[in-house]
């Protein structure tokens, strides 16, 4: 789910990752949203990973829970139906971007990515580690360090695990053309639809807390091992 906490730093780091690895074609992009999401709403996911890697030669299938314009694989992998189709078509690399911290077992969706990609292929999964609460259409609070994040996926071998650093809310503001005083009217005004939408009003009332400290997201690259499950 590459909503808005996928920021700029995070999608050049993605980028360089999956450029450096020797073989990640075919690629499953996991949560992936719709085609209009990607390259219009927030262009620079596909600017800086997508079209770097179509340019150079990778096959990315793109995948999310319904279909929808953009999205080549619709379906929940943790359904043994869709695993089967997913395995069948054999990838050799799992993008899963911000999704873990928007489901309710990330440990079920950390193994299914292994199971996917079988022995010897990648994984590169990145998840908040200091970010605002954002529903899409949950936020478990899952905010894990690299190492947090890299030991859920109990089948792989660490072969990177950082932490990328993104802007502070005031300088989102800045890039955006608003300010502090026309965010805080606004985020007043969200307050008066609390009752009937509650989510937004607590993920914009939320950031205020990185107005001067940095968003920070956890990246890992695994590789799976042949003791994974399932796997070849």
């Not at 990607?38 to 800086?48: S, V």
């Not at 089948?155 to 005031?170: C, D, F, K, N, P």
């Amino acid at each position: 789910m590459w909503g808005s906490d996928l920021f700029a730093a995070e999608a050049i780091r993605i980028r360089e990752i999956l450029l450096s690895q020797a073989s990640v074609s075919p690629l499953l992009n996991l949560g992936s949203s719709t085609r209009e999401f990607r390259e219009t709403a927030k262009a620079h996911i596909g600017r800086d990973v997508f079209a770097p890697l179509a340019q150079a030669g990778i096959h990315v299938f793109h995948s999310d829970l319904k279909q929808a314009q953009g999205v080549d694989l619709a379906g929940d992998i943790l359904d043994p139906a869709v695993m089967r189709d997913l395995v069948a078509r054999r990838f050799k690399c799992v993008l899963c971007a911000n999704l873990l911290e928007h489901v309710r077992d990330p440990a079920a969706v950390a193994a299914a990515c292994e199971e996917i990609v079988g022995a010897g292929g990648l994984i590169l999964a990145t998840v908040p580690s200091s970010f605002p609460y954002h529903a899409d259409p949950i936020d478990t609070g899952y905010r894990p360090t690299p190492a947090a994040l890299a030991a859920l996926f109990g089948h792989s071998e660490t072969l990177l695990a950082e932490e990328v650093t993104g802007r502070t809310y005031a300088e989102d503001l800045k890039a955006r053309g608003s300010n502090m005083w026309k965010e805080a009217g606004l985020t007043l005004l969200f307050g008066l639809t609390f009752f009937s939408r509650p989510k937004s009003f607590w993920a914009r009332l939320d950031r205020w807390r990185w107005y001067r400290r940095p968003y920070r997201v956890s990246v890992v690259l695994l590789s799976v091992r042949s003791s994974v499950s399932g796997g070849g």
